[in-house]
């Protein structure tokens, strides 16, 4: 599985930007796609997560309200929809894919990653 992600950018605070991660290769019906971020001298934290399977989304504590995660599975393409951006959630954001076992929220779920890309945002 190939992950491509795009979309980042510099924002000032309460601007938007909407993030994609473009999948090719094998198929994967059964993968949760996540997106994750790590701002400098930080762990890489999860923020949102979605089902190739269902519509099901799953958040982080730091997306709630303000994110929202969707796929376009004739695209194979998942979308992370930032809103109210805040100078806290400046960071390299990536996109993940794998079968979220144990949990989807972690890290070590995940089997492939894309290159990440920077989310800039100023006060």
């Known amino acids: 599985v190939q992950l491509q992600a795009s979309g980042g950018g510099l924002v000032q605070a309460g601007g938007s930007l909407r993030l994609s991660c473009a999948a090719s290769?094998?198929?994967?019906?059964?993968?949760?796609m996540g997106w994750f971020r790590q701002a400098p001298g930080k762990e890489r934290e999860f923020v949102a997560a979605?089902?190739?399977?269902?519509?099901?989304?799953y958040y982080g504590e730091s997306a709630k309200g303000r994110f929202t995660i969707s796929r376009d599975n004739a695209k194979n393409t998942v979308y992370l929809q930032m809103n109210s951006l805040k100078p806290e959630d400046t960071a390299v954001y990536y996109c993940?894919?794998?079968?979220?076992?144990?949990?989807?929220?972690?890290?070590?779920?995940?089997?492939?990653w894309g290159q990440g890309t920077q989310v800039t945002v100023s006060s």
């Open positions: 993940a894919a794998g079968y979220g076992e144990p949990s989807l929220r972690t890290v070590q779920s995940y089997d492939f």
């Open positions: 290769g094998r198929t994967f019906s059964s993968y949760v």
């Open positions: 979605i089902r190739w399977s269902d519509d099901s989304p």
